[in-house]
């Protein structure tokens, strides 16, 4: 891999580009022997694009830069759902012939109009997740995961996830001597725990539901106590069978999966915000012990109780 090609377009996300630039546009550094790319920056139309965020690009290059590029970047961009169509046809061209072709956040739909999503697993920011997959129903959308390599086309999460893919290419390419080093001039982990899972807020008491709303209500004050199905019936006052259908009716999911849902949702409010233990957190919650606890909420939201705390705590360890 010695060429990297950068496709920008009108809107394009400053961050989106500077990513890429952090870890496929550095010099020669000898006290890190890291390799060096030929680095170009192109788009539709050479001259001025217009920025995302108050100020413009000036691009020298056109697209006919992806010809003979290994890798090929896309940056996101604000307008995502509409890509010029020269990207789309010169991102295809380059994907047939061979160069592995790399999106993240928004710029995954540059990928699916050019048709190399279908059959494909991908991701992107958890927020257009559900949006991409009906955009393209041949992609598989993986909303979890920071991000995915699937033949020659890697997809990265919102934002930082850009990082993470280009770090994860840089390592397969390269070998874990060059990313580590790579990540370490960037000051950031050369691979980063977890998945998006762990960046999803999911508030307590947004369950939409007709008849069985007070119900919700008085589930989610209680739920440090056990909650089998025929004592939410009978707080229902309906059989265990008629209650078990309504729930799913109203709720579209079953009355375990809704309370181990809200149990992780306070779960995650009290490790950000309580100096509880996870012991003392899981009792609070309902699940009884930190073993539980940690089992769903690792299969939840991809990380442990304690990694999440320490990513996103918000009291003051100083004090």
Known sequence: MKNVAVVVQDGAEPFGLGSICEVWAEPYHPEDDNPVFEFTVCTPDPGRVEGASGFDLVVDHGLEALEDADLVCIVPKRDYRHNDPRVIDAVRAAADRGAVISAHCSGAWVLGDAGLLDGRECTTHWRHAEELAEAFPDAKVNPDVLYVMDGNVLTGAGSAGGIDASLHLMRRTFGARAAATTARRMVVPPHRDGGQAQFVRTPMGQTEADTLAPLLAWASE???ESMPVERLAAQAHMSPRTFARRFRDETGTTPLQWLTGQRL???????????????????????????????????????????YRKTFTCLDETA
């Open 265 to 307: 949702a306070l779960a995650e409010e009290l490790l950000e915000n309580s100096s509880l233990s996870v012991e003392q957190i899981a009792t609070r919650v309902g699940f009884g012990n930190a073993a539980t606890l940690r089992h769903h909420f690792t299969a939840s939201r991809g990380t442990t109780p304690q990694a």
């Open 222 to 224: 209680r739920l440090d």
